[in-house]
């Protein structure tokens, strides 16, 4: 469904991704894992098409993304920080979205409505929290039945009841064979949901490969500790 192949990017002589490839298919969730500045952010604006890469493509359904601006329709993207019109209210935005948006026959308001949004569609986002953003922009991501879906730190700054909502999501596409790549900080989220594993260091593949097998070549039963262990035993080799 979606195939990385060989992209690098430099911002002047930093060399943020170097010759990154991997390939993506329904139905997995590609937790993008590594240190900060390891190139998890540049990664994620190559695919959606924010950054050009110096050399390498992006292939959606074996088509080439570059200038081909059509194939965002089935990108669903949740920031981690959204930044939207500030004065505008949270009711306009959506009715932004959907008038934009008006070739999709039907779209996904679960979120929506599992998050109470409408209630709060009178309200200015300016004068949102930090939570009811992500709120916003989790919904946002999931509107239009994407097919594949990035997100970025989906489950930072929420409550717990909200983060499992989102969560349950994800297992409920994932098995209808929608491609997520998520990125995030709390491994146990990762573990919970990711089925595969893609670790960058300098801009650099260090592995990609199923969870399982992850848990297995290690002998950890926890992501952190697979990762942290595999680091070691390839810093010592």
């Known amino acids: 469904m979606l195939r990385v192949q060989h992209i690098s990017k430099t911002f002047g002589r930093l060399q943020v991704l170097n010759a990154v490839s ?11 894992v590594g240190p900060n500045g390891s190139g998890k952010t540049t990664l994620i604006k190559c695919i959606l098409g924010l950054v050009h890469p110096d050399s390498g493509a992006v292939f959606f359904e074996e088509t080439l993304i570059e200038n081909e601006a059509c194939y965002r329709r089935y990108l669903g993207y949740m920031p981690q920080i959204g930044r939207y019109p500030e004065n ?3 009711g306009q935005l959506f009715e932004m979205m959907y008038d934009l948006r008006n070739d999709v026959s039907s779209t996904d308001d679960e979120l929506l409505q599992a998050f109470r949004l409408p209630e709060i569609f009178h309200k200015p986002m300016r004068t949102l929290s930090g939570g009811t953003r992500q709120k916003v922009s989790a919904a946002l991501a999931f509107l239009f039945n994407p097919r594949v879906l990035i997100l970025d730190e989906p489950t930072a700054g929420l409550d717990p009841l909200s983060a499992e909502i ?9 098995e209808n064979g929608r491609l997520f790549l998520i990125t995030s900080h709390i ?6 949901l990711a089925t595969h594993i893609l670790y960058l260091v ?6 990609f490969k199923p969870l399982p097998e992850l848990k297995a070549e290690t002998g950890q039963e926890r992501l952190g500790r697979a990762i942290a262990h595999l680091m070691q035993k390839r810093q010592s080799s």
Request: hydrophobic share 45%.
């Open 202 to 207: 300098e801009g650099k593949v260090v592995f």
């Open 166 to 174: 989102i969560k349950e999501k994800i297992a409920r596409q994932k």
């Open 88 to 90: 505008m209210l949270v």
């Open 22 to 32: 991997f390939c993506g298919e329904g139905g997995q969730v590609v937790a993008i």
């Open 187 to 192: 491994m146990s989220d990762l573990d919970e």
